[in-house]
């Protein structure tokens, strides 16, 4: 599915609690969805502790390489809070305190703004505030990078004024063919053929199995939603005759 | 909690059906509490898509850099399942077909080995293979690199395998002291200060809200067990008084 035109983007999750597998992390799958619609695609992510040196190491890396970067974690108040820090070091800028947040906190907190909660109103120069709609300080953006929080609720707020600044690129049109009592090791040779008779989509076999049976999710994913069509079409046919006890169409 | 003595581990997950959303991933964080009890400390994860340069270049980086990687998912029967090969290419060495997985392989399928099939009975010159208590066929270790399945069941039966190859580590002790009805932005300030005071030690504020109230979970991480059961009555003590609705601690 290669294209010179389309849009790229990676996430960087930041945080200790996920490395040592406390949290699980949703923010991922999350956004990936998300940018789906914008017809955006996540092509990288990294999970990287809490620690200065290789968010930054990271962040340019990956903000140099693709389109977009979304990080989150690690905005709050506390010590362990250090991604305003590290962005603003990664793109050699210095930290302010934005007055539109200094405005709200002071709203929010009958004007007791201690330490903890300034360093909440920074962010690096350059940067605008990315809004956030259910609880605390905005997130913000610089450049290509967009910073949000970790705490799934909020992140998922916030992401909603990140897409409308989005180059947009073609949405990709997905399809799955669920194929049920027949194993992959059945399924992989159509499938195959038709992998290379459509080099411009890309096919995906993702097992299940459990108590209620096993098979194989096909999935057709491609920007050209007349082909992906005609190509579930083209994959039921051939697997007419591999013994499946059932095969069905599914969107997405 | 800088150690030259600890042992470290990467994970890197590799599949679309992860990067578009499709999947929700969950196998980091079995295998970073998996890890834990040995002492290996997972420092970095990456989710690259099936892409054989990303998953070389990838994998060629973390298996220099940590003294483990251990990857999921494409090891299956159909074209898009390229991580043997990406292995293989990434240590300059050649698969070949394993006899052992050739006669389980002709034993579960009657003999009915088709090329998808054989395709799973390869694995690099100089790998052993990762038992599968589960269904199908194993995985495969070569020098540092585990290379597991990506179907959750799975591979939490292969990491069975895995744990007594490591070289491990001293086991960190975590505590939780949760505070709710109290910000992070009143909690910050005594936290640092301990921070501070136990440099060996990692603090972490993960706050929660939600219909039943907010607050946040205070995690205490470090393998002195004394210094982190300490720190936790350090911390209950330095938290009375900033108005918490309550304050108890947890073990994990």
Redesign the interface.
Known sequence: MADADRVTAAVMIIG???????????N??????YL?AFGV??????????DET?IVETLNHLRKRWDYVITTGGI??????ITADSVAAAFGVKLYEHPDIIAMMTAR?SGEL????R??ARIPEGGTLVKNPV?GPPGFQIDNVFVLAG?P?IMRGMLEDVGPRLRTGKV?V?RTVRVEGTG??????P??VL?KAHPAL????????GPDGYGSNL?I?GRNEAEVLATVEELVDALQGVGAKSIERMD?
């Open positions: 200790d609690e996920i490395l040592s597998g406390r949290t699980q992390d949703t991922l799958r999350d956004i990936a969805r789906s695609d996540l092509v990288e992510a990294r999970v990287v502790p809490d290789e709050g108040p506390t010590h362990d809070d907190w201690n330490a903890a909660r360093r909440m609880q705490v609720q990709v997905a992959e090791g059945v399924l992989a040779a499938l195959e992998a890309s096919l995906g076999s993702y097992p299940f199995f999935v994913r997405a």
